[in-house]
């Protein structure tokens, strides 16, 4: 009698869970993520290289902006963030940060990257432009404060160059949606000469562990207090690594930054 019950509650349940599973909604040929357009909303976006556009979908895949972006000849997009309606003015437009790239030759197997950087509406118009700038981020100074960091590289010498931009920004939730959001991921992220890794208080006064792509530990350091732990990567062979945070033999999860 009790099995005959087991079962019958089995078949009352499982339709339940048969539908409680993940299910394919669309499939995109280009790398796309979601951004917070404003204080409320939510889009997707994607980064069309070959068409130098920013296509902004609603949460349904249905396509509600395409931006296009003027570029020099011979430039590609590198890297499209920031996508709002009220990060970087007061307006009803939509902004974002790009940066762009070009290959410049001084051989026949020899050349750098040049970059270069900007901010723009949904119209075109240009609100801030950084020659060389390759990376980006949202960072908090102060409650309620926040700041553009825009890392720029000269790589036409030799050692290279790098230079950090700093605008500011207005107060808004969306700039704290982005602080938060990038709250523990390290940055920039690729590194040249120094990465920031990100330390919540739990993690305080453990150690840092890095290991190569190969899974060989690298470093182990001490963290010596503070919400960021400034790893200098000036002499290290580019490549991926993996850092983990230790304290009290409790393991934070894993997460990855490149050295270029």
């Not at 739990?202 to 790893?231: A, D, F, R």
Request: charged share 15%; hydrophobic share 35%; glycine share 6%.
């Amino acid at each position: 009698m009790k099995l005959n019950r087991f079962f019958i509650l089995l078949l009352f349940f499982l339709p339940g869970i048969i539908r409680a599973q993940i299910t394919l909604e669309k499939v995109y040929n280009y790398s796309l993520t979601s951004t917070k357009i404003n204080q409320t909303d939510y889009k997707y976006y994607l980064m069309d290289v070959s068409n130098s556009q920013c296509r902004i979908y609603d949460t349904n895949h249905t396509l509600w902006k395409t931006i296009n972006i003027a570029l020099p000849s011979n430039y590609y997009l590198f890297d499209i963030k920031f996508v709002t309606q009220s990060l970087f003015n007061s307006d009803n437009s939509v902004e974002l940060w790009y940066s762009a790239y070009e290959w410049v030759a001084t051989g026949t197997s020899t050349g750098y990257y040049r970059y270069i950087s900007k901010v723009i509406s949904e119209n075109g118009a240009v609100l801030a432009s950084i020659t060389g700038g390759a990376y980006a981020y949202i960072i908090q100074t102060a409650s309620e404060q926040y700041k553009l960091a825009v890392y720029a590289y000269d790589n036409s010498v030799s050692p290279y160059t790098v230079q950090t931009y700093i605008f500011s920004l207005p107060a808004s939730n969306t700039a704290a949606w982005y602080v938060a959001a990038a709250l523990e991921n390290p940055y920039p992220n690729p590194a040249a000469e120094l990465i920031h890794i990100p330390v919540s208080p739990e993690w305080e006064g453990g150690s840092l562990q890095i290991y190569s792509v190969s899974g060989q530990k690298i470093s182990e350091n001490t963290l010596p207090g503070g919400p960021v732990y400034h790893l200098n990567t000036r002499n290290w062979s580019p490549g991926v690594y993996t850092y983990r945070l230790i304290r009290g033999g409790k393991y934070s999860e894993s997460k990855q930054f490149i050295v270029r």
